[in-house]
């Protein structure tokens, strides 16, 4: 009988979905708030620490608001979020309350985590929060992004908040018992899959697009958020939020919904930021000596490898490595802003200072920024 990663699980994220959050859009289920929140109260009294990751922003919005259809128009779907945020937290207060704990809002939003000051400052908060014995309630701040920045659904939240915090295991509960090897809406005689590798490329496959009317992901964007989780050494459970009893079963070690096993021990904090990273600055073409050093010898990317810059970059920021062809085999934090690194392109480390004047490093980047996928 497999056992859940749940039960040795000290640091865990729970995400729930908007379909389950709003009961499919009727209006926030008071219900089954209260549920999780006193299942996460027994989890708290096992010593665990629980952020609780929640949808349902624009969901409870457009109900409170009286609209009907989903908006299209970027300000509209805004201001529900607005609207509905309110009524989410306020909810997620009352249910806490009741099992005395504390509960505190956290909106985030790409930037937050891109930025290594703002990454550094959310992960400290939220560990403080956790120390004080608080539960984050993490949601997008929607109402200030627009779609090209957005983290976009709360699946990949939910994971970058897994990797920001180093939990152990990420609980994604949504209204399906777990991944099948097809949408079950559509194949009935689709299989349950209970155990896999996060990050297998047929498990993308069995997972089909958005799934219901109010919720943004589907089951992918769940198994893209289990293979981002595990960067970190997390595991990742897919369960449904209305099993009884669902966290404190799986905190038991029952094994029930879909159990995503990272396959790998916890990259270093620094290169999980780095892989982290949604938004790149611009790209650096390698020659195929650089391209054999950097994934096979795992050495640092020298200028002298770089065929090409494109983008505008500051020293610093996040780059892709893509070879002749255009093909990304990595990512790295650059030493040289890209007005540089054009100047010193094909050059040897010896003749760097020469062409600018001075030398920041050898490396254009150096192995330890460097992450390759
Ligand atoms: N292979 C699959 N296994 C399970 N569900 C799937 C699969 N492919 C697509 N889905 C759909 O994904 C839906 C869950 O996604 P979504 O509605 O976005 O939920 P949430 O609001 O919890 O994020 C399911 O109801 C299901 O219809
Ligand atoms: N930030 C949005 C979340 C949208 C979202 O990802 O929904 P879901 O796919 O149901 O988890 C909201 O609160 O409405």
């Known amino acids: 009988m497999p056992v859940s990663v749940v039960q040795s699980s000290q640091r865990i994220v729970v995400k729930v979905g908007s379909s389950l959050v709003t009961n499919n859009g009727k209006g926030l289920d008071h219900a089954a708030l209260n549920r999780w929140a006193s299942e996460i109260a027994e989890l708290i009294k096992l010593g665990k620490q629980v952020i609780l990751v929640s949808s349902g922003a624009i969901a409870e919005g457009l109900q409170r608001m009286g609209w009907a259809k989903r908006p299209t128009a970027v300000h509209e779907l805004q201001a529900a979020a607005a609207v509905g945020q309110m009524g989410l937290v306020q909810a997620y207060e009352t249910c806490f309350r009741k099992f005395n704990l504390k509960t505190a809002q956290i909106l985030l939003t790409h930037e937050d985590l891109a930025d290594r000051t703002r990454y550094l400052n959310a992960r400290s908060?939220?560990?403080?929060?956790l120390s004080l014995g608080v539960i984050p309630i993490i949601n997008e701040n929607d109402t200030v992004v627009t779609a090209e920045i957005k983290v976009g659904d709360n699946d990949t939240l939910g994971a970058l908040v897994t990797n920001l915090v180093d939990a152990d295991a990420l609980i994604i509960l949504t209204d399906q018992r777990g991944l099948y090897t097809a949408d079950p809406r559509k194949q009935p005689d689709a299989r349950f899959v209970d155990e896999a590798r996060a990050g297998e490329p047929e498990l993308e496959?069995?997972?089909?697009?958005a799934g219901s009317a109010v919720g943004?992901?589907?089951m992918y964007t769940k198994i893209i958020a289990a293979k981002r989780a595990a960067r970190s050494g997390a595991h990742t459970v897919i369960a449904?939020?209305?099993e009884e009893h669902v966290l404190q079963r799986l905190a038991q070690g029952e094994a029930i919904g879909t159990q995503l096993l990272a396959g790998t021990s916890r990259i270093a904090a620094r290169k999980q930021w780095l892989a982290d990273h949604l938004q790149l600055r611009g790209k650096v073409v390698l020659d195929?000596?650089?391209v054999r050093a950097i994934t096979q010898s795992?050495?640092?990317l020298l200028?002298?490898?770089v065929t090409a810059v494109e983008g505008d970059f500051l020293r610093g920021e996040v780059v892709a490595c893509v070879d002749a062809a255009g093909q990304e085999i990595g990512r790295g934090l650059?030493?040289?802003s890209s007005d540089e690194a054009r100047k010193i392109l094909r050059l040897a480390t010896g003749q760097i200072e020469a062409v600018l004047g001075y030398i920041d490093e050898p490396e254009l980047i150096h192995r330890d920024n460097l992450v390759l996928p």
């Open 288 to 290: 195929a000596g650089a």
């Open 334 to 336: 650059v030493n040289y």
């Open 303 to 305: 200028p002298i490898g």
């Open 216 to 218: 943004t992901g589907g």
């Open 240 to 242: 449904c939020g209305r």
């Open 125 to 129: 908060t939220l560990l403080t929060l």
């Open 205 to 209: 496959a069995m997972a089909g697009g």
């Open 298 to 300: 795992g050495t640092s």
